[in-house]
Structure formats: structure tokens, C-alpha cells
């Protein structure tokens, strides 16, 4: 199996991208190719056909190489709960929860295990691997017992190209600083360098690029452009972007929470021209939205109480009394509730411990000790009149069960008849356990309609995201090609292993 590694100089430089964009050359010219990630640190998920979970990267890099994700493509995701905790996911499944120091201790072993056998599974059935890192390889500290950066270009056997991020300065140190740290037979293996996000005229950087080619002996493989409104979804919260779409005629609000998730489900709105989005974390930016939604989180207790503390919580009571439309989604759906029973201490860690929600919707979540994890489909509820015939569809990601204390306002039908979510008369008032609600297009434009018409603005037609994304795979594909050394890239992947 032939391979490359895209490393980067630190983290948010744009490695997601740019695997995304390799995968989408390669699958064009009709190659069988998969990224892969060994290790992810992200609330933000990807639900696999058979209900396992992998990092949002992965399963957005899968659909760019034309094939099914699958939990050999990130055997390992960690799942922040807290600044010293992580929940560890193996193989799709949540099996423990670990701070960053028992992780490394006891993990390492059983790590590499995995990742081998995740590698072994995908060179059976590809012919190509677009294999991502995490961070930086150069982080000393941590080198002797990483599994995401060069122990896995070991493993897998590949050439590593390294991503620098000019935008955000530096790019020449990052660069230069970052080969310097490597061991020789790491260094090695970097057959090539990306600059990345690169804004104006690129002739300017010509004499960058002699400099460092100079300096290091390593070719500059591309110069890429910074690439707006992609349709990328972003791995981590470094790349959220606090406002999109800045001057819509329709104002969402969407709650940062300190241990946010999940946060794909607010992108298909960035497709909408009218649409603006702004991420809030406080009173002062609350301002006068048309719409406020309330992700997911990993920590629903632990994020309750910050909006408790922040005052928002007061802020969106009165918001909601006054007239206001909300969305609480998984996490934002549980808060809306009367109460929250933590009764296996599986969200804080402290059992039953209990708080009070925001009082908008008639139920209450208990969390135990499982988490469900399950693709969805479903139809909604009789009262609900969305144009298009198409089920809804989804998936569940989440601790906790949610009751209704009164029956008859459910939001969703499951396909074996149960009832889902919440749906207030009005329709102003929402809450479901399905991530990417939005994502369904019949939905998100019946919802953004009922805001139009409040607000006097004309409707519009479905804007159908899916064919959207194809296209904008391609387009990124092809944009970043004209700024690469694509031949080059090939001819390296091709040749590793046959040299000397």
C-alpha cells in the first residue's frame, strides 16, 4: 500500500484541507484511496453507517474520496470533558474516560495496537492512503510516546509532507523550527512543504520559497491560497468562525458553550446567503437575534451552569418569554428541560447530582452510565408541515434519556413508532436529540421560511446542500491543484520504498 502524511507546523494550519483536497485528486483519477487519522481530539463527531463514532474530519475526508467512513479510518478519538479529561473512543466505542497523564501512561501500548491494526485493515482494501497528523511533530515533550505524527509515518511506512500556515506569521521559523527538532530519520522522511492560506500576490513569495528550499533542501510543493466558504467542516474548535455571513437578513445566535460538540450541525447555514450566523459567548454580544440555537456539549451539567453563571441563561428566559424562536440540540435540547439527574455521575463524574434547567420544555434528562450512538431516521410529527417527502435523518450521539412530563408535543415519529424531541404549538420552541437536523434541506428551509415571513422577507426555494458539497469538493480539489506540484506529489507517493 502506497501512502503520504500530511504534518503540519502546529495545529488549525489547514492539514484537514489539504488531505481533504488530496483525497478528492486521487479519487478523481479513479484511485482507491482513504484517509486515516490514528488519533483525534475533537467534540465535533461523525457517526459511521454501523453506529461507531470517529472524529468529523475523517467522515468528511471519506465522502471526499468517494467511499463509506468506517472506524479504521480514526481508530482512536478523544473527546475533551474537561480541561484535565478526556473520553477515550476505541474502535467507535466510548470505553473509558482518562486525564491527559493517565492517557500517556497507559495507553500507549494498546495505542499502537490498534493503529496497526486499523492500517492492516485499510491496505486490504485500498490502494492509497491520505494519512493526516495531529498538532505538531516537533512537541519534545511528548515525542517519546506520541502515536499521531512520525511513530505513524513509521508504522504506515510513508513520506511526510509538512503544512505551514503563513496567515498567522512566522511561517519561516514554524518551518525551519520545526525540521530542525526532528530526529534524522524523521527528517528524512519529509519529502516536501506546504505553504498554506497564503493571501495576494503570490509572486511575492517566490524569493520565501528559494529561501527555504535553500535553507532546508526540502522542495516547496505549493504555495495554496486561503480558500473562503469551502463547505469544509471544521475538526476543533480553533476553527469556528464567530461570525459568518455578516450582514444576512436573518440573525441565528449560536451559544459557545465552554465544552461545545458537534458544532457541524450549524454549517449548512453558512450556505445560505441570507443567513448570518455569530457565535456568542456572553451578555454583551447576545443582541437582538431572529433565532438562537443551543448545541451540543460534552459536558451538559458542566455548560448549564456556565450559561447559570453568565447570566444568559436569564437572558434567553426572557428571550423565549418575549416571543423568541429556540433550537436546543442533544446537549442544548437536555438543558431546556426542568431538571438534569446526573444518577451515575457519568457527565461531572459526581453522582446524582442534579440541576435545574432552563424551564422551557416539559421533560427531564436522567443520565446513566450508557451513551447512545446510532444513526436516525424518522418522519415529523403530524403537526409539522415541511414540504418534501423525504424522512428525516441524522444521528444520536449522547448520554442521558430524556422523558416528556406530558405527552402530545413531540417533535419527531422514529421509524418503529416512538415519539422524539419536542415541538412547542407555535413552533417557536424546539428540541431534539438529532444532530444535523439542519442538515436536512426540506427542514432547515421550512424553518428558515417561518422566520422570512415573520420578518416580511420574501421565501426562498430548498437550496439542496448535497449537491452543493460535490461540487465544492471538486472546486477545492481543483483550486489547490493549480498551486501544487501534483505530478511531484504523485511521483513521491509512487516512489517511497523503491529508492536506493
Not at 528559494?210 to 473562503?228: A, M, N, S
Request: charged share 25%; aromatic share 8%.
Amino acid at each position: 500500500m502506497k501512502g503520504v502524511m500530511i504534518q503540519g507546523t502546529a495545529s488549525d494550519v489547514g492539514k484537514s484541507l489539504v488531505v481533504t483536497a488530496l483525497c478528492r485528486l486521487f479519487a478523481l483519477e479513479g484511485v482507491k484511496v482513504a484517509p486515516f487519522k490514528s488519533q483525534n481530539m475533537s467534540n465535533n463527531s461523525y457517526v459511521t453507517v454501523d453506529g461507531k463514532e470517529i472524529g468529523r474530519a475523517q467522515g468528511i475526508q471519506a465522502e471526499a474520496a468517494k467511499t463509506e467512513a468506517t472506524v479504521w479510518m480514526n481508530p482512536i478519538l478523544l473527546k475533551p470533558r474537561s480541561d484535565m479529561q478526556s473520553e477515550v473512543v476505541l474502535l467507535g466505542k466510548a470505553v473509558q474516560t482518562l486525564s491527559g497523564k493517565g492517557y500517556r501512561a497507559h495507553f500507549y501500548e494498546e495505542g499502537i495496537k490498534v493503529i496497526k491494526k486499523a492500517l492492516g485493515h485499510l491496505g486490504e482494501s485500498f490502494d492509497v492512503l491520505v494519512i493526516e497528523g495531529a498538532g505538531s511533530p516537533a512537541e519534545i515533550n511528548l515525542k517519546d510516546r506520541e502515536i499521531v505524527n512520525m511513530k505513524v509515518a513509521e508504522l504506515a511506512d510513508v513520506p511526510v509532507i509538512l503544512v505551514a500556515d503563513i496567515d498567522r506569521g512566522g511561517v519561516f521559523a514554524n518551518v525551519v523550527g520545526t525540521l530542525e527538532l526532528l530526529a534524522p530519520d524523521e527528517r528524512k522522511r519529509v519529502r516536501g512543504i506546504f505553504i498554506n492560506k497564503f493571501r495576494g500576490d503570490m509572486s511575492l513569495f517566490e524569493d520565501g520559497v528559494k529561501w527555504l528550499e535553500d535553507r532546508t533542501g526540502v522542495p516547496v510543493l505549493g504555495v495554496l491560497p486561503y480558500v473562503h466558504n469551502h463547505m469544509i467542516d471544521g475538526e476543533d474548535s480553533l476553527s469556528i468562525q464567530t461570525n459568518r455571513n455578516g450582514n444576512g437578513d436573518i440573525d441565528i445566535a449560536v451559544i459557545h458553550l465552554p465544552y461545545i460538540s458537534n458544532y457541524s450541525d450549524i454549517e449548512p447555514f453558512y450556505d445560505e446567503e441570507d443567513v448570518s450566523v455569530r457565535f456568542i459567548k456572553n451578555l454583551s454580544q447576545f443582541g437582538r437575534p431572529d433565532a438562537v440555537i443551543i448545541p451540543g456539549t460534552k459536558s451538559t451539567i458542566n455548560d448549564l451552569t456556565y450559561l447559570l453563571e453568565s447570566g444568559l441563561a436569564g437572558r434567553l428566559t426572557e428571550y423565549v418569554e418575549n416571543g423568541g424562536r429556540i433550537v436546543g440540540l442533544c446537549g442544548g435540547y437536555q438543558m431546556l428541560g426542568q431538571e438534569i439527574v446526573d444518577v451515575a455521575g457519568s457527565d461531572t463524574g459526581v453522582v446524582g447530582n442534579r440541576l435545574k434547567g432552563l424551564q422551557m420544555i416539559p421533560s427531564t434528562t436522567v443520565f446513566t452510565a450508557d451513551k447512545k450512538t446510532v444513526r436516525f431516521k424518522g418522519r415529523y410529527a403530524p403537526s409539522i408541515k415541511v414540504k418534501g417527502s423525504r424522512p428525516i435523518e441524522g444521528y444520536e450521539i449522547h448520554l442521558g434519556v430524556t422523558e416528556p412530563i406530558e405527552k402530545g408535543s413531540p417533535f419527531l415519529i422514529l421509524e418503529d413508532g416512538k415519539e422524539e424531541g419536542y415541538y412547542s404549538e407555535d413552533g417557536k420552541t424546539i428540541g431534539t436529540y438529532v444532530h444535523h437536523l439542519f442538515h436536512n434541506d426540506e427542514f432547515r428551509n421550512f424553518w428558515l421560511n417561518e422566520i422570512r415571513r415573520s420578518k416580511q422577507l420574501p421565501t426562498k426555494n430548498i437550496l439542496y446542500r448535497q449537491d452543493l458539497k460535490e461540487l465544492k469538493y471538486d472546486e477545492l480539489a481543483l483550486k489547490l491543484k493549480d498551486y501544487m506540484d501534483w505530478d511531484k506529489i504523485k511521483r513521491i507517493v509512487s516512489s517511497w520504498g523503491t529508492e536506493g
